[in-house]
């Protein structure tokens, strides 16, 4: 009985932080943070939820390592700009 109590507690709160972040999509807030606290609640006793982080977890590894790729190479460097190390 604790146990069926315990797996309703989650998927409630679970349920309201995805549904915030979900709203926080299309609302200003920080959707991309509030997302995945609600599907790491949910995975605590549900393998879907369990699939779906880890989706977001890579996407967002896949994503950071575009972005620090593209700085890269979009990164100009002039050589009287305070970008490059003096010689002392």
């Known amino acids: 009985m604790i146990r069926y109590a315990r797996r309703v507690v989650i998927l409630v709160v ?3 932080v995805l549904l915030i972040g979900v709203a926080l999509i299309v609302l200003p807030g920080p959707a991309f943070v509030v997302i995945p606290i609600g599907l790491a609640i949910l995975a605590t006793e549900y393998a879907w939820a369990r699939r779906w982080l880890r989706a977001v977890v890579d996407a967002a590894e896949k994503g950071a390592d575009k972005l620090k790729l593209s700085s890269l190479f979009s990164r100009k460097k002039n ?3 305070k970008d490059t ?4």
């Not at 190390?85 to 002392?88: A, H, L, Q, R, V």
């Open 14 to 16: 679970g349920m309201t």
């Open 85 to 88: 190390p003096s010689d002392k």
């Open 79 to 81: 050589p009287g700009s």
